[in-house]
Structure formats: C-alpha cells, structure tokens
C-alpha cells in the first residue's frame, strides 16, 4: 500500500514537472512556446538538412556527369567530321582541297587525343567549333573514376592512334594512284575502325546514362526517406502538443472552476467554510488557492464568533 503511494507521487511529481505546474504563469506558457518552437525547428532542421544534402550531391553530380558527356559528344562528332574528311580525300581528285581535308581529319585526331587525355587526367577543354569560332567554349573536366569507363577510355585511345595511321597510310596511298586496291582495303579497315570507336563512345554515353539513372533513384529514395521522417516527428509533436497540452490545460482549468465554483456558493450563501480548495501547484493560482482557503477561514471564525 506505501510503495503504490509512493509510485503514485513519484508520477504526480513528474507530470508536475512536465506540465510546468509549480512555475509561475508567465514562465509557463514561455516555456511551452518555446517547446513548441524546438519540436518545429527540428522538422524544419530535417527538411534543411536533406535539401542541402541534396543540392550538394545534385551539383557534384552535375559538375561530374555533365562535362564528360559533353566531352564525348565532342569526340563522337569529331570522328563522324574526320569519317566525311576522310572520304573527301578519297574522292577529290583536287589535291590541294584533299590536303585541307587531310589536315583537317588530323586536327580533328588531335582534338580527341587531347579530350580522351583530359578525361582520364581531369583538366579544361577548349573547343574551336570549324564552321563558325564565335560558337567556341571551354569548360572544366574531372577525371573519370569509373573503372569501366577507365577501360573503355583506353581502349578508344588506341583505337584513335591506330585510326591516325590508317589515314596517314590513306594520305600516302592518295599520292599513288596505281595503288587504288590498297586505298580500298586501307578504307574498309578505317571505316571498320571508326564504327567500333562510335560503338565504345556509345557505350561510354550509356554508362554515364545509368549512372544518371542510378543517381536519380538513389535521390528520390531519400526524398521519399526525409518525407516518411518529417512526416513521424510532425505526427509526434502533434501528439506531444495536444498531449503536454491537455496536462498544462487541466492543471489551470481545475483550480480555477473550483475558484469559481466556491465564489457562487458564497454569493448564495450556500458555501461550506470548511470545506477548503485544493493546492495542487505553487503558481499564482496556487497562491490564489491558499488565499482563498485563507478567507473562508477568515469568514469562519467570523461566524463561529456571531454565534
């Protein structure tokens, strides 16, 4: 029977505490605020955290994809211009206009060399566009990390080194006209050559599609994570609100109603002077508690003098 009663002040003391019963009215409803406030400012620290978290890995995923895919649409353009050159040179019979082909299709070589390197190491492209220089940029390029792109990389590199000396071996070829069937074979082994270049670009582009793809699922999982963790603490600070709510609301209501309830019977005379309000806090509706009790003892004595 002692411990139950013990237990049961232990709670009454602690929903006290919660309900801020024994500090003064002010403080409490500041309190109170202020709790609320800490529960609103962690839903919005979640939010502010995630969209943070996410513009940081959305610009490094940009600042990182965007490039190398511009990059290797660079050189997938370059290889179909040195592919028309390289025809060019065949066909004309002119040999100063199949020279400005020629030199074209090897600085065109060269450009890729330079892009295929700068993926690798990481650095900054400049393009010189061919039909018109005031649509030239530049642009900054990390290093691929990727292991198969890595591979794909090394691979194209030596096929455009290959490709170099094919289209040398066309150009000397071209000075010698008595050897037309060695140009063909020399052609065909260049435009095979070229679609297998196309072919790893492509494969490079779609890599970089699914790690695109893959980055994409990867965020809209943690926007659906941040919406169902924002979701709970909202739910539980409404819970807490209406919860702490209640308590604090109860603890004022009751000592007031029965304030009001003991000043109605004494305005009918119907009030019970000994009977006494409870002093459940040490607020001021506490001391107004006390104050009262006071006053029917006042009124007591008073009486008991009468008669």
């Known amino acids: 029977m002692l411990k139950n009663f013990n237990s049961y002040k232990v709670v009454k003391k602690i929903i006290n505490i919660i309900t801020f019963r024994d500090i003064p009215l002010q403080k409490k409803f500041l309190l109170f605020s202020i709790g609320s406030l800490f529960w609103l400012m962690i839903v919005a620290g979640i939010g502010l955290t995630f969209m943070f978290y996410m513009d940081s890995n959305s610009k490094k995923m940009v600042q990182v994809n965007v490039p190398h895919s511009k990059t290797l649409n660079l050189l997938l353009s370059n290889v179909r211009e040195i592919c028309v050159a390289v025809h060019k040179i065949i066909i004309i019979e002119d040999k100063k206009i199949a020279k400005k082909y020629y030199e074209k299709a090897v600085l065109r070589l060269k450009e890729n060399k330079d892009y295929l390197n700068t993926l690798i190491s990481g650095g900054k492209i400049i393009h010189v566009s061919s039909m018109n220089q005031s649509n030239s940029f530049e642009f900054m390029v990390h290093p691929v990390r990727n292991a198969e792109q890595i591979k794909l990389i090394s691979s194209i590199s030596k096929q455009i080194d290959s490709l170099d000396l094919i289209i040398n071996d066309l150009w000397d070829l071209k000075n010698k006209p008595h050897l037309n069937n060695d140009i063909k074979e020399k052609l065909i082994e260049y435009d095979y050559l070229v679609i297998q270049i196309e072919k790893n670009l492509l494969d490079l582009l779609n890599i970089m599609d699914r790690e695109w793809d893959s980055f994409s699922n990867y965020m809209s999982v943690r926007i659906k994570l941040a919406i169902v963790l924002m979701s709970i603490v909202l739910v539980v600070v409404l819970i807490l609100y209406f919860v702490f ?27 019970d002077l000994s009977k006494k309000l409870e002093v459940t806090s040490k607020d001021e509706l506490g001391e107004l508690s006390m104050e009262f009790n006071k006053l029917m003892d006042t009124l007591s004595h008073v009486a008991q003098f009468k008669r």
């Open 245 to 271: 709510g209640s308590l604090i609301s109860k603890a004022l209501r009751k000592p007031i109603n029965d304030i009001i309830h003991q000043l109605r019977a004494l305005s009918t005379g119907e009030i």
